[in-house]
């Protein structure tokens, strides 16, 4: 299985719009990131977890060429802003599986509510297909099953994804003890490291790295990421050594 990582910024990017942060500035590309995404594939079969309103150029950047599915963590525009940008999938492969909670879902049809008109649709609009995800009911993708992790951000219920032994966990800030039994023998487990303070809805890094040496995978990649984490390789040196900080356009293999 492949793993490739689509964006691994916070919601505003990096770097953020008008700002004069240094990280903001830096020519290392490593540094320059959109917001949070990954493309997983194996075999024939291609999905992708939340959508955000970089999309289009992730999906140009990495040449995904087919999208059997999209699953959501949650309804944050960073998340799931680029669903319109489905349409070229659409196209050549027809209505596109959408994963998500019930609350999610709802969301998604108030705020895109055109791909669900079904009186007088657009000819050109997107295709979605829905399917709910519950709590401690996993689902099956292509010929895998993917096994819900529910988590908190701040007050809000995120879901986390584990497909065999890879986990991908964002938006974190609280874990209950059930769902962390779900987690245990990963080989790669992906998990956002916000920046170096703490922050009400979101993991910092020290936390992350509490979170990381409680379930002892075998790697872990930090994933949306603030400028204000600071520098991808000063922070990097600082890590470690089975931990990594996820970048734009990286890609492995499990």
């Not at 964006?7 to 500035?25: A, F, L, M, N, R």
């Not at 939340?50 to 599915?69: E, H, T």
Request: charge should be neutral.
């Amino acid at each position: 299985m492949k793993v490739y990582f689509l964006g691994t910024g916070t919601s505003q990017g990096i770097p953020i719009i008008g700002s004069d942060h240094e990280v903001c500035k830096s020519t290392e590309p490593k540094d320059k990131r959109l917001r949070v995404s990954v493309w997983i594939s194996w075999n024939d079969y291609s999905y992708v977890i939340d959508c955000g309103p970089d999309f289009r150029q992730q999906m140009l950047a990495s040449n995904c060429k087919k999208v059997d599915g999209i699953l959501f963590t949650h309804e944050h525009a960073d998340h799931t802003a680029g669903l319109d940008d489905i349409r070229p999938f659409n196209f050549k492969q027809g209505a596109i599986p959408i994963y998500a909670h019930k609350r999610v879902l709802t969301n998604i049809e108030k705020r895109f509510d055109y791909i669900f008109e079904t009186v007088n649709r657009y000819p050109g609009a997107p295709s979605v297909e829905k399917h709910e995800i519950k709590n401690n009911t996993p689902i099956s993708i292509g010929n895998k099953i993917a096994v819900p992790i529910n988590v908190m951000h701040g007050d809000l219920q995120v879901f986390g994804f584990r497909i065999d032994d890879f986990a991908y966990l964002t938006d974190v800030k609280t874990v209950e003890e059930v769902e962390i039994s779900k987690l245990k023998n990963l080989k790669v487990l992906v998990v956002n490291a916000l920046r170096i303070e703490p922050h009400k809805t979101h993991f910092n890094l020290q936390e992350a790295l509490d979170f990381i040496a409680l379930l002892k995978p075998e790697k872990a990649y930090l994933t949306h990421i603030s400028h204000m984490l600071g520098f991808h390789e000063v922070v990097q040196k600082q890590l470690p050594s089975n931990v990594f900080l996820a970048y734009d356009n990286l890609e492995i293999t499990i």
